[in-house]
T-cell receptor
Framework: DSGVTQTPKHLITATGQRVTLRCSPR?????VYWYQQSLDQGLQFLIQ???????AKGNILERFSAQQFPDLHSELNLSSLELGDSALYFC????????????FGDGTRLSIL | QQPVQSPQAVILREGEDAVINCSSS?????VHWYRQKHGEAPVFLMI?????EQKGHDKISASFNEKKQQSSLYLTASQLSYSGTYFC????????????FGQGTRLTINP
């Protein structure tokens, strides 16, 4: 158990819809990362927050957005969903963003029908 | 820039050794190693920060070359539990604030 909690575990929805994925980091961790893992793209970094502020952006689509709240939990919002958005979405957390191990949650599997 | 991992896949018998490589075209700030079992989250193994560094625990160790462009993960006397996909994640420079992962190396350990 990494201490990182992601909900829900599975999401099944249709194209064009919007979903919200939630992540609670390990106790004491200030940095939260979001990753997308698909069969053809591997593990892709999406975005990082540190203590409520956006710190780094990766290959995140404009249809996707995220935020980190004062209690440090984070949400990833995916809108106008397309079939290609089907993937496993992981959240990870670390104490701080520099050279620190990241601890991953169990992921949310998103299936777009 | 995505690091290159090799080999893409390895099949071993229990007790054999394996080496997984991770290469970058530019010097790195750090290299992270993770193992992911099918359907599970990646699990942190270790992080290397210094050129020439070697570290490990149990029978899994890793090195980071002096130029900080290549890292290798060593699994000795492999156990069935070592099966999974191994990823290296690289930080290009200090403060880059994100990891770029290689495509992974699938390791299968057979009895």
């Amino acid at each position: 158990d990494s201490g990182v909690t992601q909900t829900p575990k599975h999401l099944i929805t249709a194209t064009g819809q919007r979903v919200t994925l939630r992540c609670s980091p390990r106790s004491g961790d200030l940095s939260v990362y979001w990753y997308q893992q698909s069969l053809d793209q591997g593990l892709q970094f999406l975005i990082q927050y540190y203590n409520g502020e956006e710190r780094a952006k990766g290959n995140i689509l404009e249809r996707f957005s995220a935020q980190q709240f004062p209690d440090l939990h984070s949400e990833l919002n995916l809108s106008s969903l397309e079939l290609g958005d089907s993937a496993l979405y992981f959240c990870a957390s670390s104490v701080d963003p520099d050279g620190q191990p990241q601890h991953f949650g169990d992921g949310t599997r998103l299936s777009i029908l | 820039q995505q690091p290159v991992q090799s080999p893409q896949a390895v099949i071993l018998r229990e007790g054999e050794d394996a080496v997984i490589n991770c290469s970058s075209s530019k010097a790195l700030y750090s290299v992270h190693w993770y193992r992911q079992k099918h359907g599970e989250a990646p699990v942190f193994l270790m992080i290397l920060l210094k050129g020439g560094e070697q570290k490990g625990h149990d029978k899994i160790s890793a090195s980071f070359n002096e130029k900080k462009q290549q890292s290798s993960l060593y699994l000795t006397a492999s156990q069935l539990s070592y099966s999974g996909t191994y990823f290296c994640g690289t930080e290009p420079i200090q403060g880059a604030q994100k990891l770029v992962f290689g495509q992974g190396t699938r390791l299968t350990i057979n009895p």
